[in-house]
């Protein structure tokens, strides 16, 4: 798997890992609430879906962590097979996402982007 794939699906880690802390550490924070959902209300009816969220979130960024990892330890069936599923599986989340809310297509954006161009790199 070729070093721009790598790039990409790291970035997409690290993304999917300092998005996750945010939304179960740092979410009392009304700045991260706008940089999160674009509003600084904060919903505490929420909090287990949002700790479920973040759990997901940096579980993904571990999985393509660990994706790279197996790569360079010489175990490159896992390794191509964790980073090509978990960057499709984030690409079909954030497509989910922008259609189920439109008003959060930067999320979407942000979630699915670093993973689309892990795979279009992948190809080549």
């Not at 994706?67 to 980073?83: K, N, S, W, Y």
Request: hydrophobic residues 60%; neutral net charge.
């Amino acid at each position: 798997m070729n070093t721009l794939t790598q790039v990409f699906a790291l970035l997409a880690a690290v993304i999917h890992l300092v998005v996750g802390v945010l939304e179960r550490f740092c979410y009392d924070r009304p700045a991260v609430r706008v940089f999160l959902t674009t509003s600084p209300a904060d919903a505490p009816e929420v909090t287990l879906w949002r700790s479920g969220v973040a759990v997901y979130n940096m579980l993904l960024g571990l999985g393509l962590i660990a994706g790279v990892v197996a790569l360079h330890t010489g175990d490159t069936t896992v390794g191509r097979t964790l980073i090509v599923f978990l960057c499709a599986f984030l690409i079909v989340s954030a497509v989910a996402f922008a259609a189920s809310f439109p008003p959060l297509w930067r999320g979407a954006l942000g979630q699915g982007l670093a993973p689309a161009a892990a795979l279009v790199a992948a190809l080549f």
